[in-house]
């Protein structure tokens, strides 16, 4: 684990981006920063395995 210093104004931005009160900031960067290697796009894509990418959102069927 690494200290760094931030400005008030991208402290105040990674705060409005964290998806709930226990995402670290870490994780807030980790998960908007773009992949690097095609591994690291690999694991980000791994979320929308099976509902597709980059085209318009659709719901997941409900089964009966």
Do not use: C, N, Q
């Not at 008030?8 to 980790?30: C, M, N, Q």
């Not at 690999?42 to 597709?52: A, L, N, Q, R, S």
């Not at 990418?53 to 719901?59: C, E, F, I, T």
């Amino acid at each position: 684990m690494k200290t760094i210093s931030i400005s008030e104004a991208t402290y105040e931005r990674l705060k409005w981006l964290k998806e709930h009160p226990r995402e670290t900031f870490s994780e807030v960067i980790d998960r908007i920063s773009p992949a690097r290697t095609v591994d690291e796009l690999i694991v980000k894509m791994k979320p929308f395995e099976g509902i597709g990418a980059g085209g318009p959102w659709k719901a997941p069927r409900r089964r009966k």
